[in-house]
């Protein structure tokens, strides 16, 4: 039955594809308003299902059903909940778009809004609700179900994605123009409806916003695929019933990264701003530009990567076994972050080799080339980073139960011995303890001594403290430097996430410098290389966000 | 270190993808050369691990290794060995078409075939010794050459396609300018170098030649490398012994099928060599050729569907567990089924998308139609059923033991009762066993009976022979229906086997209905179609040559 759903799903897929690349290429015969219909069919389709499927649940309430504990983490609920929202705004402005400009749209152009912004809503009520959920009834239905739910996320990223790529086509040309490159042959695509504009100002209001509103949307489409995918490799899994530790996200102790973090997140979005203003205008203030952002990306990316080596060196530094147990999600996670780094190693190669081929070299261009090999590094590093600490178990507990035991068995040890030296201890133990090189100890390392000074009370001696406060100092220092690991990579953790949100800030909002610095265009040919990019590029820019998505988790993991 | 190689894999592919990339676009600055080189250094590379596994393993044969018994199976074995003697071939006929041209062609054309063919020689030897290796000592080292290996495969596999498919769109621009079609400006690409050459009847052999032999090379990496990725997923991987049965390949008892197989095969070979000598001729005779094709094909896929659909009866009629154990051999098999079978897809989906949005509809194009629908279709069940059946426990053992127990079991009621009928109960064995209705039972039925007779010579009595004789009854008449089953099911998976042969035959020697027809390239354009077409085709090439060895497998298991 899984080969069966995947195979309706993919079909599904295909067919959209084909549609979606066919309006793409401006085939005969087939417009935007066939595609958007098989879209809108599509979730209605969805919609029915989802309705049908809460309607069974809420029925059938009392039936205690599995719940995977790793699919649909609270925070992932979050982040689909707020691109939902923006998306739903973006719906707002298309309907509006299309009030404004009703008289020569087709209908379907306004009815697909509507249906966007109901099939959203509902969505994301579903994946509240259902995102843990194993389904093991009605297995074949709720495979058809959710594949179809999944591809139509799919579906609609891709349009997504294909309007985005023309838009940010559409400027490139619009500042090829005005550089002067008229010998290209420029044609603008899907630009702006042929009629005017009932209400000026709110139409441009809407045209343009719409365009800074797209790259969540796309975010939202994807999100809701993955965590559906998980849905359906859930259905009809047995799962063990795994000890879930709630670990919420604290601030407290991230410090240095957050700071480290924002500061080259707000200069990211600071160099954004400039470049976008400065693009295009003319040839100099483009090549500022494009040499101001890739020192910026070079900085980010060397401080990306020396972080993430030092957290592979404290990995390499405390073998601990691994987990492998069968977990969809976590799986899919490392498999998105590998093939969608796949997007963006393409981009760098492609770089590396225009370099390398050209025959003229500007002088910006050679910044290219450090940029685009440490891209290919960057990912590398923080891809083994990542998945080694999502497959790492959470053995915290366990440890410091562990050596708990150590303790009392070392006490054990000691206590037919001399029972008079109890004072003497006890100041030994009050005086040492503000001794002991335990400055970093967390709350662990205090409870512990707390633990075993409360059993020491009446049994402890003196002849055995010697033994017991080495057994106790080791332990401190042993825990106090595992805390001070886990700190320094927290602090890693939280600030790759803040970097991976500021790189994800560019690509998505139309910093282009593949398109803008020229070089790859001369080498491989316009179009060639536009294609290449486009097929590229939405996989890039997803990789950011997925891996930000992951090193949250981690950050709250560790 | 699983994602550490894989990543290295990865970009290796990619830079390499991309330098094949440039060269396809004419890229300023890259040539073949580049190119060949980049192969040729993969290449050497792979021949110094391959000769360092190979040394390592011979000295420290007395260490007895694990072997995963699911992964290289003799016939894939065989299969690629004599793919690989056809690649010698043709690098023998480049070796010799380089030395024609020797004054016109750069040295690294010489060389490639030279380090591809001791490639070959030593790569089919590594394969047939350690296919089934599983790999526990120098872990990351090992990994890094297996997945290197696996990706100079995919990339010399990626050069072949390409090869190939620039030749066959030479050969259709050839087609449309006696067609008649001048307005489209038409550039054969690479066709023949700028020099004349020493000796003309050898060099078109070798050039005509070549194109001929290019199939199979093609056929031969991807096969190569879908082994070695199955001996990089087995690496470190712990198994459990399972018995293997060896289930060598027996023809009698598939007559029928392989009947109906041959004549499946010869009359697609009749059709192909037809279509490539009326194909291009002139338009009547183009369209005449289309037609036979489609009339053809829809034939032979209506008979595949049946038959798979009969297939697919017989298993639900009987249901047996699916063995869900972990196997990468088998989970690759299965992805690669319904990863390729995409290609082949998205192509219908593509002709469907056209003959519904084109204006106009010359007769022959509707035989299209039902053809892309039948494709989708057809593969669709033939998934089904060659995933089914790889899933399948062999439980034929467990099974005759299991029967063989109830029998005794039910022979051991009857043991207190009245021991003076023996004579009139073996009268009665006797006379009913020519009755009984198992007029198609096998060895076992057979022999099963002779093992409950034997029991029964000293034990059996009358008034138990009723319930014996019931019981015996409905053994015979279950194990000769499973045996019936099992005789379709390998009639099928014969039938299926020929008629995925046949189905390869046509867009590996260069029928391409879907660049012939005309339909999609004037919906879709000419340029985006054959980019389409190029990048799907391959796949379903390559899903015909790997459903076909699936298939062999399911006939030798079932």
Request: glycine share 6%.
């Amino acid at each position: 039955a899984e080969i069966l759903s995947s195979q309706y799903g993919i079909n599904l897929f295909l067919a959209g594809l084909l549609l979606t690349f066919a309006w793409a290429v401006h085939a005969v015969g087939i417009s935007k308003s066939h595609l958007l219909s098989y879209l809108i069919t599509l979730m209605l389709v969805q919609l029915l299902w989802m309705l049908w499927y809460l309607c069974r649940s809420c029925t059938q309430r009392r039936l205690i059903r599995d719940k995977d504990t790793h699919a649909g983490a609270r925070w992932l609920k979050c982040g689909i909940t707020l691109f939902a929202v923006i998306t739903l705004i973006l719906d707002s402005f298309k309907i509006g778009y299309y009030v404004d400009f009703s008289n020569c749209l087709s209908p379907t152009e306004g009815i697909f809004p509507v249906t966007h912004a109901a099939h959203t809503i509902l969505q994301v009520y579903f994946l509240w609700c259902h995102a843990k959920d194993i389904i093991q009834s009605f297995k074949t239905l709720e495979r058809f179900g959710v594949i179809h739910s999944v591809f139509t996320n799919l579906l609609l990223w891709t349009n997504g994605v294909l309007t985005e790529s023309k838009h940010q086509l559409n400027e490139h040309k619009e500042r090829l123009i005005t550089l002067g490159f008229g010998n290209i042959t420029i044609v603008l695509d899907d630009h702006a409806p042929q009629c005017n504009c009932t209400t000026t100002t709110l139409c441009s209001i809407f045209s343009q916003g719409i365009y800074y509103l797209y790259p969540f949307n796309i975010e939202y489409h994807i999100l809701a695929s993955t965590m559906l995918y998980v849905l359906w490799k859930n259905i009809g899994r047995k799962v063990e019933h795994h000890q879930q530790y709630k670990t919420p996200f604290k601030f407290h102790g991230i410090t240095v990264g957050m700071i480290f973090g924002l500061i080259v997140l707000t200069s990211t979005i600071a160099i954004v701003v400039v470049y976008l203003i400065q693009i295009g205008r003319s040839k100099i203030k483009s090549e500022l530009a494009l040499t101001m952002f890739y020192l910026h990306a070079i900085f980010v990316l060397v401080l990306m990567c020396t972080a993430g080596v030092i957290a592979l060196l404290i990995y390499r530094l405390d073998d601990r076994s691994l987990d492998n147990s069968k977990n969809p999600a976590r799986k899919l996670d490392a498999e998105l972050l590998v093939g969608t780094a796949a997007g963006s190693w393409l981009l760098s190669w492609g770089s590396i080799l225009a370099i390398i081929c050209a025959q003229a070299h500007p002088k910006y261009t050679w910044y290219n080339l450090p940029y685009s090999i440490l891209v290919i590094i960057e990912k590398y590093i923080q891809n083994l980073f990542i998945i080694e600490s999502i497959h790492r178990e959470q053995e915290k507990v366990n440890d410091d139960i562990k050596t708990l035991r150590i303790v009392t068995v070392s006490q054990g040890s000691t206590l037919t011995l001399t029972p008079s030296y109890k004072e003497i201890y006890n100041g030994h133990a009050a005086q040492d303890a503000g001794e002991l090189p335990c400055l970093f100890r967390g709350s662990i390392c205090a409870r512990e001594r707390v633990v075993s000074s409360g059993d020491n009370e009446g049994t402890s001696q003196g002849d055995g403290s010697g033994i017991h406060f080495a057994s106790e100092f080791s332990l401190c220092s042993r825990s106090s430097v595992a805390d001070n690991k886990r700190r320094i990579l927290k602090n890693i953790a939280a600030f790759l996430f803040l970097c991976n949100l500021s790189l994800w800030i560019p690509p998505a909002f139309g910093c282009r410098p593949e398109y803008d610095n020229g070089l790859e265009e001369i080498v491989f040919g316009f179009e060639p290389w536009i294609i290449v990019v486009n097929l590229a590029m939405p996989f890039s820019i997803f990789y950011r966000m997925h891996s930000a998505a992951s090193l949250f988790e981690v950050n709250c993991k560790t």
